[in-house]
């Protein structure tokens, strides 16, 4: 009873924002829609398409073609309900992400078992148990209901919405054990935004993991899998721009080379404001190789045993480090965070993260209007706040990797920190 | 002497080369006084292989890029269409360049850049910044002027670029004036003192090559150089609403170029019933021309190589009273709506004073940096208006292809049309901020080409007609023209210049902040190390920092 009550206030709270007078201005904000994701410029693709004119020859459209066809005949056909869709779109997604932490739960638990007798006696009481996982569960439902980041995302109506959806069905699907689908939606999320690619590792480690059996043709099953969709969605769209491979300059192209300069919450956006020309293309490079490759093969040796922490490791530096990232990306990977519960005692920048992201979220606003409207503030002040804000959400992250290897520790090795009756201290070596 | 001027226009004619210089001088009542003077070249050949009259180096740039019809024009001000009525040849402010090439053209956009860098030569003008980011193919505003073949598709030739930031002066007028058979020395053009024409309210220089027919059935073509100046003086600034040549030009009229074939002085005397003034010296003759429902009322000098200095001017009668101006039957009005720096609106108002309904085609040609969005078309408020007839629709791409609206719409009588259109405001690296990059952004004029259907307020010339005395009686069933819209400016938002190492190094030590930690999870384990006896208080202090250290 409780949960349906939670959704439907979740709910009623979306579907209220998008028909408020003000949904203009949310819709609009830099930090809730990039030029990627904004609800202005799908209507805009969608108008261009409807007379005729291919919206990738222009500038301002940057959906896949896909997504196109799909919201040419919404709002051609049922414009009205779209508000209700996107809030029911967001509630599935809180769904889905619940049934996925619960699955998780499960696979938490197995993991235990197994590792039961490597733990040491003293550190027993720290295992899990079964109402604690369920707590875990239900904070997941509601930080993704809740947290203003993705209410404000989903009332936005920005395509960050449907994105989650994908990720979140693939995750679903990847914990249960059904392959295909799971590759299904993250090659459809792939398809749409090019981040999602990463998660393609954990989910073939999941895979492999929940369907047992030989480890090394699941991995390739999954991959095969996931690079034929990925195939067969590029051509699709190709084949719905009438064979021509164009699009890809407007979507992939534009994530990979950053054309658009427009701030956002992340930090490509002045780095290549400022940038010189001669080194466009070297930091280009290192900025993309950064968000896309450098930290999936040392996270995956080093987490293989855990892929649901591996995942939610690589969505989060994925938003962080992504060119157009927005609120949405943030609520995502934050409403995952509670299946970590048992870790935040090990935790150590709680407080201090939990007040930069406070701060800078009420700072962002403020200073944005001081720019743009008032024009008492320049493009610094926003520079900063970006900027403490990707330092917040990257002290997070490591803090979450240093409980978690801290608590590994503590259970193999008891909680005291002792060496030989000598008082110690843990360090890295 | 006379015989001699005869004998070398004999020997011109024979070449097949003509030279003709005009003045076409208008009141606008009753603060402005319009002057126009064109200067007409027609040529028999294109090889340009010699030349005796015509600018070579016109001649060539038109042969070696294949150019069949190009118009250039440097105007500094803005024409009041509202007050002043219209121009004999409208320009937008800054630099505006088209031209048609040849069906012949193999890369046009090519030939096009070639064009525009050596015209930018030529004039010492900004020319050369034309490039594909600011260059636009309109559709249905443009249509040549010149002689052209029957079943060409000409669309397909043109290319249309203006740089409204571009400023005219002096060094634009120098090479103009070389330009001209007689230069600066004899003649019309001895009058363009820049001293004084950049002391006007507006200018406009120009020059305008296009083919016209050599015979009736035009089977032959001749090639017409013509180059224009307009000016708008202001009578605050002259001193007084009577003029003369002196006053505007700094000295008198020195007698025709003499290898002029005509040198002719139109002086619109038709407000002379409201405004009564007097003409000195008198005109040769006064001629009356009926044209579309307006009478005019020219006087006509025709001036001779061998005449002294003379000085024509107007003294009123009566003192300077007001009088209520009537607009002319269409004219427009364009600015920026919204305020800050993320979002604006272009709107654009079209005012239809007359009884019928206007066919008019608007081109907006929006910068690269200045996104419009389709989706926010709004004519009267309305998404989808009835008043569009057609419409074209090329989306801009940044750094590469400007945006270009062309509008088909019919301007129903007595009315107002309002066209609105969203845009966003882009933000821009920090090496593509001109100069003074708070100074703002210009936006370049509209084109609102018009078939109108009454010549009132209606100065151009008809399209066959190549001397101004073809205006005289010249009724059509419609009157075409084209006009530019007043320009805009916008501010973009601007970073900070001085911070690009700045920035570089904190991102730089934002991605470090991840990469450090997580490389050290990646590659090292967990160990418990043993802490020595407990340390004094300096110890601690060092060890803190020792420890920061690593």
């Given at each position: 009873m409780a949960v349906i009550v939670k959704y439907l206030i979740a709910g009623l709270v979306r579907y209220w924002l998008i028909h408020l007078d003000y949904w203009q201005t949310i819709a609009n904000r830099v930090e809730i829609a990039t030029p990627l994701n904004s609800w202005k410029r799908l209507v805009e693709g969608v108008y261009l398409y409807d007379h005729n004119i291919?919206?990738?020859?222009?500038?301002s459209f940057h959906e896949s073609p896909i997504m196109l066809v799909i919201f040419h005949c919404l709002l051609k056909?049922?414009?009205?309900l779209l508000p209700l869709l996107f809030t029911v779109l967001d509630l599935l997604t809180a769904y889905l992400l619940y049934q996925t932490s619960k699955s998780f739960m499960k696979i938490f638990i197995e993991s235990q078992k197994k590792q039961k007798n490597d733990i040491a006696d003293e550190s027993k009481p720290m295992l899990l148990n079964e109402t604690q996982l369920n707590e875990a569960t239900e904070y997941v439902l509601s930080v993704y209901l809740f947290n203003p980041y993705s209410v404000l995302n989903c009332a936005g109506m920005t395509t960050t919405v449907v994105q989650n959806l994908l990720v979140a069905a693939s995750l679903w699907n990847a914990s249960n054990g059904r392959g295909i689908l799971a590759c299904i939606f993250i090659a459809l999320a792939t398809h749409q935004a090019?981040?999602?690619?990463?998660l393609i590792v954990p989910i073939a480690i999941l895979l492999a993991d929940v369907n047992k059996g030989c480890n090394k043709c699941s991995y390739i099953r999954t991959l095969l899998a996931f690079v034929l969709c990925w195939g067969f969605f590029i051509y699709i769209s190709a084949y719905i721009m009438d064979?021509?491979?164009?699009?890809v300059h407007n979507t992939y192209g534009f994530i990979l080379t950053v054309p658009d300069l427009k701030?956002?919450?992340?930090?490509?956006w002045y780095f290549f404001t400022e940038m010189f020309e001669h080194f466009r293309l070297l930091f280009v490079c290192a900025f993309q190789i950064n968000a896309l490759a450098l930290y999936v093969v040392p996270l995956t040796l080093r987490f293989k045993k855990e892929p649901v922490l591996l995942a939610t490791v690589l969505i989060a530096l994925s938003t962080i480090f992504r060119s157009y990232p927005c609120i949405g990306d943030v609520g995502f990977y934050l409403a995952l965070l509670p299946m970590w519960k048992h870790l935040f005692t090990f935790m150590q920048q709680k407080f201090i993260v939990g007040c930069a992201f406070i701060i800078t979220s009420a700072l962002g606003p403020t200073v944005w209007h001081l720019w743009i409207?008032?024009?008492?503030?320049?493009?610094n002040f926003f520079f900063g706040v970006t900027l403490s804000f990707a330092t917040a959400q990257i002290f997070l992250i490591t803090d979450l990797l240093f409980a978690y290897i801290k608590r590994e520790f503590t259970l193999k090795h008891g909680s005291s920190r002792q060496v030989e009756g000598k008082p110690a201290k843990l360090v890295l070596r | 002497m006379a015989f001699c001027i005869i004998f070398l226009t004999l020997i011109l004619g024979a070449f097949g080369e003509e030279f003709i210089e005009e003045i076409f001088i208008k009141p606008l009542p009753p603060t402005h006084l319009y002057s126009y003077f064109q200067f007409i070249t027609l040529v028999d050949?294109?090889?340009?292989?010699?030349?005796?009259?015509?600018?070579r180096s016109i001649g060539e740039v038109i042969s070696r890029f294949q150019v069949d019809e190009l118009h250039m024009t440097l105007t500094e001000g803005q024409w009041r269409h509202s007050q002043w009525?219209?121009?004999?040849l409208d320009a937008a402010p800054g630099a505006e360049l088209y031209a048609w090439f040849n069906?012949?053209?193999?890369d046009i956009d090519l030939e096009w850049r070639k064009l525009s860098a050596t015209l930018s030569g030529l004039f010492?003008?900004?020319?050369?910044?034309?490039?594909s980011f600011n260059t636009i193919t309109p559709q249905m505003a443009l249509w040549p002027t010149g002689a052209v073949k029957s079943n060409l598709n000409v669309t397909t030739l043109l290319r249309y670029a203006s740089l409204p930031r571009e400023i005219v002066c002096t060094e634009n007028l120098t090479p103009w004036k070389k330009l001209?058979?007689?230069?600066?020395?004899?003649?019309?053009?001895?009058?363009?003192?820049s001293r004084m024409i950049h002391n006007t309210n507006y200018h406009s220089i120009g020059v305008h090559v296009r083919k016209v027919c050599a015979s009736e059935d035009c089977t032959e073509t001749k090639l017409e150089i013509k180059q224009t100046v307009a000016l708008v003086y202001d009578y605050k600034i002259i001193g007084s609403?009577?003029?003369s040549f002196r006053k505007l030009f700094g000295h008198g009229l020195?007698?025709?170029?003499?290898?002029?074939t005509s040198s002719i002085i139109h002086v619109d005397i038709t407000s002379n019933t409201s405004y009564p003034f007097q003409l000195?010296?008198?005109?040769d003759k006064v001629v009356q021309s009926r044209r579309g429902g307006s009478d005019l009322k020219l006087a006509v000098y025709e001036i001779?190589?061998?005449?002294?200095m003379i000085n024509i001017g107007v003294k009123h009668s009566t003192k300077e009273k007001l009088s209520v101006i009537i607009p002319p039957p269409l004219h427009f009005n364009r600015y920026v709506l919204g305020y800050g720096k993320e979002f604006g609106g272009i709107v654009t108002e079209l005012v239809n004073n007359y009884w019928t309904a206007i066919d008019v085609v608007v081109l907006e040609n929006a910068p690269w940096w200045l996104p419009i969005q389709l989706s926010s078309l709004r004519i009267n408020s309305e998404a989808?208006?009835?008043?569009?007839?057609s419409q074209y629709y090329s989306p801009g791409r940044s750094r590469q292809k400007p945006y270009h609206l062309e509008l088909l719409l019919k301007l129903p009588p007595r009315s107002t049309t309002t066209i609105t259109i969203d845009f966003e405001f882009v933000f821009l690296k920090w090496?593509?901020?001109?100069?003074?990059?708070?100074?703002g952004f210009y936006i370049g004029s509209a084109i609102i080409a018009a078939n109108l259907?009454?010549?009132?307020n209606y100065t151009s010339l008809p399209v066959?007609?190549?001397?101004?005395?073809?205006?005289?009686?010249?009724?059509?069933?419609w009157y075409p023209a084209v006009f530019r819209t007043n320009g805009a400016m916008v501010s973009l938002p601007t970073p900070d210049f001085s911070m690009p190492y700045n920035v570089i190094c904190l991102a730089c030590t934002v991605v470090a902040l991840a990469f450090g930690p997580l490389h050290n999870i990646c590659t090292k384990e967990l160990i418990l190390k043993p802490v020595g006896t407990p340390l004094s208080l300096t110890q601690k202090i060092l060890n803190f920092f020792k420890r920061k250290k690593e």
């Open positions: 291919n919206p990738y020859e222009g500038d056909r049922v414009p009205y090019l981040y999602p690619v990463l064979g021509s491979y164009n699009y701030p956002n919450i992340g930090l490509f409207y008032s024009g008492s503030a320049n493009a | 050949t294109e090889s340009f292989v010699h030349s005796n009259l015509a600018p009525g219209y121009p004999v069906p012949e053209v193999k010492c003008a900004s020319l050369n910044f034309i490039d001209l058979p007689c230069e600066s020395s004899r003649g019309f053009s001895a009058l363009l003192n609403n009577d003029w020195p007698g025709a170029c003499p290898l002029a000195s010296p008198m005109p001779d190589a061998s005449v002294e989808e208006s009835k008043l569009v007839k090496q593509e901020y001109p100069p003074d990059a708070n100074h259907p009454t010549a009132k066959t007609g190549i001397n101004y005395h073809s205006t005289i009686n010249a009724s059509q069933s």
